[in-house]
């Protein structure tokens, strides 16, 4: 398996070897990893990349899966053009 | 553990200082972070790097910081691209007393070698094409201005303070500072207890509690400001576009995504970091207003961060007569990430008790004594 051809995070187009190489580096919480790498960051906000991070952070430091936090998921929970969002206010007043 | 010195807070200032101080040949120095790498203030930033200010003091600081910035992707010989993109910072002046302010302001500028200019409405609208020009009196644009990655910056200073010796602990709070007879004597946090007679706060958003741990006040509080980003797409936008009066910052950063954010006046003094639709709606009308083709993005996320506000919006960095070996980096007032570089360099020679050009003074604690003696910085959003 060629680790550079596994994509991990597709919003960020983060692939298996980015990943493995951050834990190398020491790294192994998934708030700082999405900083470094953009996981999670993209508009799916981790919902298609954040539970194979959560894995592979488990299997790289050894610890149960469920003791592995996940990231923080900020609003808004899907995108919005600005303008959806102008109207909406000018529809309320 | 012993150390010579314990920095408190990890975010960019703690690492700039870490760096600095082992740079100059400060061995055995410990820093601590209750959070992750970026978790504070930093990682919530505008990501933003500006020299125009209203204050000679910032101004300079700005500058040496920006002179950094541009060498720092070699000096700190970083693995990773910190994303330094120096397209500039356009200004817009929107009411006659803000046009006759940035007149000043360009002057004081220029005196200390920051290439401002002031444009008219139409050489603004050459520089961003999409801007909306119709409340715009007149413009300012350093060219030299621009954005930093604050996650890498903050993991490049990191891996250069590592690399020279620094040991840091994340995730890892303190709780005590022990005094005894006018000097430090420990640092106790959740699992170790650390020896010094030298503490650093450069705790960001809780800079104060901070101070109270050590029995030292500092005139500063924290306020939530929110940000936006919207999805990334091809570049448009090469200067960060403020305005002050419109209470606006907007840039599209290297990714391709643009963040925006503004400040909420009546914003409580506390530790709020939420988000809430209040602001996602007041930035996204001023957002489009404008800069107009931006309402055909879509937001993706929003969030918070500290400001941690002193009373003249200018850094308080130095030493202080309230305890010998307490030295403080805080009150940055939505600027330590830009100004991180000079707050190392500076703050590691007071700690060293070497020369420095700065007015260190003006920078001092005590110039609160006499308000009247200090500038207020105007140029914040």
Redesign the interface.
């Known amino acids: 398996m060629n680790k550079d051809n596994v994509i991990i995070c597709r919003c960020e187009d983060v692939s298996l070897k980015d990943l493995h190489d951050v834990l190398n580096e020491g790294y192994s ?1 998934f ?2 990893i999405k ?2 790498l ?1 996981v999670g ?3 799916c ?1 981790g919902n298609s990349c954040g539970l194979l991070v959560q894995r592979e952070i488990a299997k790289f430091t050894k610890t149960p899966l469920n003791e592995v936090k996940l990231q923080k998921v ?3 929970i899907t ?5 959806s ?2 109207e909406a ?1 000018e529809d309320e007043s | 553990m012993k150390a010579n010195v314990v920095i408190i807070g990890g975010g960019i200032s703690g690492v700039s200082i870490a760096y600095n101080l082992a740079k100059k040949g400060m061995k055995n120095i410990i820093v601590f972070d209750d959070n992750y790498m970026t978790g504070g203030a930093t990682g919530r930033c505008g990501a933003g790097v500006r020299q125009q200010w209203a204050t000679k003091m910032n101004c300079v600081l700005a500058k040496q910081s920006v002179d950094f910035f541009e060498r720092a992707q070699e000096e700190l010989g970083y693995h990773r691209d910190v994303e330094f993109k120096q397209e500039g910072y356009l200004i817009v002046a929107t009411t006659l007393k803000e046009d006759a302010q940035f007149e000043k302001n360009v002057t004081l500028q220029n005196s200390v070698g920051i290439p401002t200019k002031k444009l008219t409405p139409l050489e603004a609208k050459e520089i961003v094409p999409h801007l909306n020009i119709e409340e715009v009196i007149s413009a300012t644009y350093c060219k030299t201005d621009g954005h930093l990655n604050p996650f890498l910056m903050t993991d490049a200073y990191y891996h250069a303070a590592k690399r020279l010796g620094v040991k840091f602990f994340y995730q890892e709070k303190v709780n005590e500072i022990i005094v005894s007879k006018g000097k430090i004597k420990k640092v106790i946090t959740d699992n170790y207890e650390v020896e010094t007679n030298k503490v650093v706060n450069a705790a960001g958003g809780y800079a104060h509690e901070v101070g109270l741990m050590a029995g030292v006040e500092i005139p500063v509080y924290s306020e939530n400001h929110q940000i936006l980003v919207t999805e990334p797409v091809e570049k448009i936008q090469g200067p960060m576009v403020i305005s002050f009066s419109k209470n606006i910052y907007c840039q599209q950063v290297p990714h391709g995504s643009f963040i925006m954010g503004r400040s909420d006046k009546n914003a409580a003094h506390d530790h709020d970091i939420s988000s809430g639709h209040l602001f996602l709606d007041e930035m996204v009308k001023t957002a489009v207003d404008l800069l107009p083709p931006l309402q055909e993005l879509r937001v993706t996320r929003a969030w918070g961060g500290s400001y941690n506000i002193s009373p003249d919006r200018q850094p308080i960095i130095g030493d202080t007569d309230q305890l010998k070996g307490f030295y403080m980096a805080c009150g940055f007032s939505g600027h330590g990430f830009m100004f991180a570089p000079v707050t190392g360099e500076l703050i590691s020679d007071i700690i060293l008790d070497l020369p420095t050009d700065i007015e260190k003074e003006k920078l001092h604690i005590d110039r609160f004594k006499n308000m009247k003696e200090t500038d207020f910085e105007t140029s914040v959003v």
């Open positions: 919480d708030e700082t900083r470094i953009r960051m993209g508009p906000q900020r609003p808004l995108g919005v053009k600005m303008k969002i102008i206010l």
